[in-house]
């Protein structure tokens, strides 16, 4: 199974502020006959499912703000919020689908400092 | 806008099954994509169960392979997960999900999930 590991495991930002959550994947999770990251960001805020993100470790799905964007490639990966707003308060999962089984980090929790 | 309700008892008895089925509106699962299950242990992190087509052709998580079955319904635009001989670490929220592409990738549509605790 391809192990997906987080960090860091909580953060706290002041509103405006920029936030960064990193995801390593135990393998690499980069097909070169597609040229696309098998790599994908949700959004969980309490009581809720999660929240779809990112897709292709880069592609925002639709109506997702333009705050958030992901980036890296390979093993490694960044979700960043650029500006921090009140609603952003949640846990943040990377997720690979490569191969099966699909596997999840263990979570981000983003606070307000 | 599609929606996915899941539905099932809440409470269910060591050794046991778990049956649960997730409804989908306003899109026929007869059309296309790939349906998942995935569950969440109170605070903890998300796993991944399996995922079915419309026509049966299932993918599961190995570790859970021997004890789940995911069918599918078209008639009633349904599909349903079965979890045997349940143990107290099978107590979680259960999601539906709907695959956003190709067969096991990324889940853009969920439920709200229902949570199911194994308990006598």
């Known amino acids: 199974d391809i192990v997906m590991t987080q960090s860091p495991d909580s953060l706290a930002v002041s509103l405006g502020e920029r936030a960064t959550i990193n995801c390593k994947s135990s393998?690499?999770?980069?097909?070169?006959?597609?040229?696309?990251?098998?790599f994908a960001w949700y959004q969980q805020k309490p009581g809720q499912p999660p929240k779809l993100l990112i897709y292709?470790?880069?592609t925002r799905e639709s109506g997702v703000p333009d705050r958030f964007s992901g980036s890296g490639s390979g093993t490694d990966f960044t979700l960043t919020i650029s500006s921090l707003q009140a609603e952003d308060v949640a846990v943040y999962y990377c997720?690979?689908?490569?191969?099966?089984?699909?596997?999840f980090g263990g979570g981000t929790k983003v606070e307000i400092k | 806008q599609v929606q996915l309700q899941e539905s099932g008892p809440g409470l269910v008895k060591p050794s046991e099954t778990l049956s649960l089925t997730c409804a989908v509106s306003?899109?026929?699962?007869?059309?296309?994509?790939?349906w998942g299950w995935i569950r969440q242990a109170p605070g903890k992190g998300l796993e991944w169960i399996g995922n079915?087509?419309?026509?049966?052709?299932?993918y599961y998580n190995p570790s859970l392979k021997s004890r789940v079955t995911i069918s599918v319904d078209t008639s009633k635009n349904q599909f349903s997960l079965k979890l045997t001989s349940v143990t107290a670490a099978d107590t979680a929220v259960y999601y539906c999900?709907?695959?956003?592409?190709?067969?096991?990738?990324?889940?853009?549509?969920w439920g709200q999930g229902t949570m199911v605790t194994v308990s006598s």
């Open positions: 079915v087509h419309h026509s049966g052709i299932t």
């Open positions: 292709w470790a880069s």
């Open positions: 997720q690979q689908y490569y191969n099966t089984p699909l596997t």
């Open positions: 393998q690499s999770v980069f097909y070169s006959s597609n040229n696309k990251n098998y």
């Open positions: 999900a709907r695959v956003i592409v190709g067969v096991t990738t990324a889940f853009d549509i």
């Open positions: 306003s899109y026929s699962i007869s059309s296309g994509y790939y």
